[in-house]
């Protein structure tokens, strides 16, 4: 590996060459379902600039074209660019090649600033993901960007489904990531970017002796909130082969990596 939720501004620039007659293809209002429908996979901020370009010929049509950028400090790096279809609801992504490449489910930018702004950590990349299970489309990466600089401190594969939530510090963020069945949660301290990944199931059963089957799978796995700079609270549930659910949560405290068990239920699913 390489080394909250606010009412945002979008920012949004409309740039338009002098060929009138491409441009007058889609109207404002087309125009405008084109933009929402991209703004529909990115976690709303204030970071995100949304350019609108002249339309261009993909495949046997014309389609908007719609860059996405990352507004940091100083200045903007480039995320992602789309060609979409309002007429027809049809999505295409650029690759590494310049070329564009259709897609059907969406995907989700997920995004998060550290309270002091000096970190970022986003999931971005369409080109390098795929289609998942369960309808979703998985992003190619995940990383945290230095906000003064534009660098990439941290790098890691993109999941289906992605949350973070930053320490009140700004030291630690956790990343929630998910695919179709499965959930983990990670700690990466920005310190060092080490990483420390959360206890699951077979740990949480371990320790309490609560149920005498292993868990079938994690049905839920979730950040809740920090309760303070070094400790996060997480939201577990599971089916197990004895047709019962656990519900429960515990507190994880990451200077030590030891994890507190806040309460826990086992109910029959008959």
């Not at 292993?214 to 950040?223: D, H, N, P, R, T």
Request: proline share 2%.
């Amino acid at each position: 590996m390489v080394k909250n939720q606010i009412i945002p501004l979008i920012m949004i620039m409309i740039c338009l060459t002098s060929c009138k007659n491409k441009t007058a293809i889609f109207t404002e209002t087309e125009q405008q379902e084109a933009l929402n429908t991209v703004m529909s996979f990115f976690e709303s901020s204030q970071e995100r600039i949304f350019n609108i370009l002249e339309p261009a010929k993909v495949d046997d049509g014309y389609f908007v074209i719609i860059e996405v950028q990352g507004n940091y400090n100083t200045s903007t790096y480039f995320i992602d660019s789309f060609a979409i279809n309002p007429k027809a609801n049809i999505f295409y992504y650029k690759n590494n090649s310049g070329d564009f490449e259709r897609f059907q489910n969406q995907p989700w930018y997920a995004f998060a600033v550290s309270p002091y702004k000096e970190f970022c950590i986003e999931s971005g990349n369409i080109a390098g993901g795929g289609h998942g299970g369960n309808g979703d489309y998985y992003l190619g990466t995940t990383r945290i960007i230095d906000m003064n600089t534009s660098d990439v401190l941290w790098e890691d594969t993109g999941a289906q489904r992605e949350k973070f939530a930053w320490s009140e510090d700004s030291r630690y963020v956790a990343r929630q990531y998910s695919g179709r069945i499965w959930t983990n949660v990670i700690i990466i301290d920005t310190a060092d970017f080490s990483v420390i990944t959360l206890p699951t199931s077979e740990e949480i059963i371990y320790q309490t002796g609560i149920g005498s089957s292993s868990a079938v799978y994690l049905s839920e796995f979730k950040i809740d909130r920090w309760v303070s700079e070094g400790t996060i609270r997480i939201i577990f549930g599971w089916d197990n082969d004895a047709g019962k659910w656990t519900q429960g949560s515990y507190l994880f405290a990451v200077n030590d990596g030891s994890f507190e068990i806040e309460e826990i239920n086992e109910v029959s699913l008959d």
